[in-house]
């Protein structure tokens, strides 16, 4: 792509989290692009090319499931740009130089650019200095910079995380006082950073900075509201939570957003389930109101798609049925699609001290003995449609 870009007579360099984490020894995730072609441009180049974004408009080049973004080089910023009140940049399509997009960049260690032709790095803003000494430095004035893009914010957390850096005391001083400003990013665009965050496999780390510059209420405020008033077990839950997803990805195996939300979200969906059953409610209806009032009030902050908040649903409107034991209502629950996710909730909570492990211990039980002696359930088959007689039977087509 570089190459190609450079016989079409334009600038190319490989910058970002993919230069940085080369020279850090890490495996990068993905590489992205920066080139002086505006977007346009690169559109003609690539075939395999799609535009995206108003804000910041973008190039994507894909190449079967992988997709390089292609970034035009950003200029200085000019007056005239709409913002909001809060100064938070609603466009920002201003082309410019190398040694600018440097300084438009967030992060001294992100503006690290690698020249394809003569194999060098190129650094205008001290970022290999930073690297060396593990410090994550906001290009510009830290105030400013959050105020154009709270998200600032939430990219500081989670590099300081992920890299085992310290953030710079000028970037860090003005976040907890600027918390308020997430209040206007998107909700679609705060789930993407959430998933980010707890799905990286440093979310122990992020949870604990998250509730240090107080961003934590704002991104799951009924449950920062519901753990000022909960039992220890509510705290330890959700460090469990975190942690078990952690050794999931440490470990390659599959995480999914739904049961992480589960976790996140089941305090202030047990507290206010508590109410409803202290008012009369029975316990599965009790949560399966609560779960829907609290998942209403979170997708305004941090949008969950429904693939996801369903299965969070189904976790915890199965929790109050584990309790029940006698007759056939285990076999039902055992038959749930959704049983062994809802167990697995059950075991955090069992070693949260929530709920009595003895009921962990007699499901594991009555699952391992049904499964050797009923072995797995064959996936139902679909039945095969007949066939439609097209007119009268051939000569010899019926039964003698």
């Known amino acids: 792509m570089l190459n190609r870009l450079h016989r079409s007579g334009f600038q190319a360099y490989l910058v970002g989290g993919g230069v940085r984490d080369l020279l850090l020894g890490h495996k990068p995730k993905d590489f992205d692009v920066a080139t002086d072609a505006t977007p346009e441009q690169v ?17 994507h080049v894909i190449y079967g499931r992988d997709i390089i973004e292609v970034a035009t080089f950003r200029g200085a910023h000019k007056e005239s740009l709409p913002q909001t009140d809060n100064g938070m940049l609603m466009r920002d399509n201003v082309w410019g130089t190398l040694e600018e997009d440097a300084e438009r960049r967030d992060f001294s260690v992100n503006a690290l650019y690698y020249n394809i032709a003569d194999f060098s790095i190129v650094d205008y803003v001290g970022g290999m200095r930073d690297l060396e000494n593990r410090m994550l430095r906001l290009l510009g004035d830290p105030e400013t910079r959050y105020r154009e893009d709270p998200v600032r914010m939430l990219r500081a957390i989670r590099f300081a995380a992920k890299l085992d850096f310290d953030i710079d005391p000028e970037a860090d001083d003005p976040i907890p006082e600027l918390a308020y400003l997430l209040d206007d990013v998107p909700a679609a665009r705060l789930f993407e950073e959430v998933l980010k965050l707890f799905m990286g496999g440093y979310g122990e780390v992020v949870y604990d900075l998250l509730r240090d510059y107080e961003l934590f209420g704002r991104l799951f405020p009924a449950t920062a509201r519901a753990l ?109 699609p959704r049983f062994r996710a809802a167990y697995d909730f059950l075991q955090l909570r069992a070693l949260a001290g929530e709920v009595d492990p003895a009921l962990v211990e007699w499901w594991r039980s009555y699952y391992e003995a049904s499964d050797s002696v009923h072995g797995e359930a064959e996936p139902r088959r679909r039945r095969r449609p007949r066939r439609r007689r097209r007119g009268p039977p051939k000569s010899g087509g019926a039964a003698q």
């Open 228 to 336: 000022e008033t909960a039992p220890e077990s509510a705290s330890r839950l959700l460090f469990h939570g975190i942690v078990n997803t952690d050794k999931r990805v440490l470990y390659g195996r599959p995480v999914t957003p739904g049961f992480l939300f589960a976790v996140l979200l089941w305090e202030p969906v047990r507290q206010l389930a508590e109410r409803y059953r202290a008012g009369g409610e029975e316990a599965v209806v009790a949560v399966q109101q609560a779960s829907s009032e609290v998942v209403s009030e979170q997708v305004r902050r941090v949008s969950i798609p429904r693939r996801f908040s369903t299965m969070s649903r189904e976790i915890w409107h199965l929790q109050p049925r584990f309790h029940a034991t006698a007759g056939k209502r285990p076999q039902r629950l055992a038959s749930h």
């Open 43 to 59: 559109r003609g180049i690539f075939r395999n090319c799609r535009l995206i974004g108003r804000r910041f408009r973008l190039a």
